[in-house]
Nanobody, 115 residues
Framework: QVDVAETGGGLVQTGGSLRLSCQAS????????MGWFRQAPGEERARVGT????????FYIDSVKGRFTISRDNTKNTMYLQMDNLKHEDSAVYYC????????WGQGTQVTVSS
């Protein structure tokens, strides 16, 4: 069992920035692949990006490339999503996940970008 929790959501104006954090339990944190999904109202949950266990390899969907950055600090069991130049269409509930023996999800954090 891995407990996962996101923090850092909120309300921001278009063009602004937010940083989300995702903390996960477990002594094997530095072996987990992790990532972020988001879900806007009326839409399916969709992947935003992923990060390898070492942090050396990342993937982003096209719509966030150059604006979002995923990083991790394995000494703090924490992954981050730095979101810059936010757009209204980035508004969603953001979920982080951890791939261990199973995919574990956080409860989600709301990001609202006002236009």
């Amino acid at each position: 069992q891995v407990d996962v929790a996101e923090t850092g959501g909120g309300l921001v104006q278009t063009g602004g920035s937010l940083r989300l954090s995702c903390q996960a339990s477990g002594r094997m944190f530095n072996t987990y692949t992790m990532g972020w999904f988001r879900q806007a109202p009326g839409e399916e949950r969709a992947r935003v990006g992923t990060i390898s266990w070492s942090g050396d390899v990342t993937f982003y969907i096209d719509s966030v490339k150059g604006r979002f950055t995923i990083s991790r600090d394995n000494t703090k069991n924490t992954m981050y999503l730095q979101m810059d130049n936010l757009k209204h269409e980035d508004s969603a509930v953001y979920y982080c996940y951890v791939d261990s023996d199973h995919r574990y999800w956080g409860q989600g954090t709301q990001v609202t970008v006002s236009s």
